[in-house]
């Protein structure tokens, strides 16, 4: 069903305005954001913020989100960092609401935004290796290696990291010995548990933590709503990998891509992150190296 025309007027509206009502919006749910440092507050904040706000403003500020933190703005990158890494949130608003926002994105051909919206859309069923649930490195039962991943024997700790129950590995993130070392090894094995990722990702003492973040948009078996989102996060030597040399899937790929080509071509860059002359000049030049291999703009 197309999204009624008032929604898609009043969205074009607010989409186009510098420093209106969508704007607005994202600085209240930063002020939230900030504010609180308990997760559950946190997403309760931001829930109220959503419910609070119609639809056209809702995609107008996860536009203005996902373009700020593109230029490297820290203040939207965080937020969109705690959308991405809790994708129940989103998907909090209700089914139906959920995909009269997908339709109005889609409408406005908004695809960042889109994906924001999928949830669970993208999971597929999993490999033989992706439904192991042993640990090959620990021959014990599984509530054994649980009280394993509490404990503080280094060495069972390490054979822990190996293990494919999200509930052993629910277990580990929750130890205090558990170092952020051990949380990217985690996050950037592979084969692994998508559920795994998702737990990582969900996690409170470890998601926001950038190379944690990072590990996690580089692994394939992420499930895409998170790994997607994640890219606008990122750094832009490490955006630069993802597009050309981190094996990922085409969507990803993609995603990254029209990323590094909208960070490279902005304008409107916050202050402090000005490109220098030689900078803009290499920009252009990795914009036509991209071009060519299919880019964004070719493909």
């Known amino acids: 069903m197309e999204p009624q025309e008032p929604v898609l007027l009043r969205a074009r509206a607010l989409l186009a305005e510098n420093d209106g009502e969508a704007v607005a919006l994202v600085r209240l749910m ?4 900030r504010a609180l440092r308990d997760r559950g ?7 109220a913020c959503l419910e609070e706000s119609d639809d056209a403003a809702i995609i107008a500020a996860l536009d203005h989100l996902w373009h700020g933190s593109l230029l490297g703005r820290e203040p939207h990158r965080e937020l969109l960092q705690e959308l991405a890494l809790d994708d129940s949130l989103l998907q909090g608003l209700g089914y139906d609401r959920i995909t009269d926002l997908y339709e109005v994105a889609e409408a406005l ?4 935004v889109q994906r924001m919206f999928l949830g669970d859309r993208h999971r597929v069923n999993p490999t033989l290796e992706e439904a192991q649930v ?6 014990l039962s599984a509530g054994e290696r649980r009280s394993a991943a509490r404990g503080r024997d280094r060495l069972l700790l390490d ?6 129950d999200p509930r052993v590995i629910l277990t580990f993130l929750d130890n205090p010995r558990a170092v952020e070392r051990d949380v990217v090894r985690i996050a950037a094995m592979r084969p692994t548990r998508p559920a795994i990722l998702s737990a990582i990702a969900a996690h409170p003492r470890w998601a926001a933590r950038y190379r944690v973040r990072l590990a996690l948009v580089c692994n394939p078996y992420t499930p895409l709503p998170i790994s997607t989102q994640l890219v606008g996060t990122l750094l832009l030597q490490d955006l630069r990998q993802l597009v050309s040399a981190i094996p ?3 969507e990803l790929k993609s995603v990254a891509r029209h990323a590094l080509d909208q960070r ?4 409107d860059t916050a202050p402090g992150v000005e490109p ?3 900078e803009e000049a290499a920009a252009e030049a990795e914009i036509a190296s991209l071009q060519g291999k299919g880019g964004p703009s070719g493909a």
């Open 30 to 33: 930063g002020r939230r954001l």
């Open 41 to 47: 507050l946190r997403r309760a904040a931001l829930m």
């Open 109 to 112: 051909g908004l695809s960042e």
């Open 134 to 139: 042993a640990n090959e490195h620990l021959d």
């Open 159 to 164: 054979r822990v990291l190996h293990d494919r």
């Open 248 to 250: 990922v899937g085409p």
């Open 264 to 267: 490279l071509r902005a304008h």
């Open 276 to 278: 220098t002359a030689d």
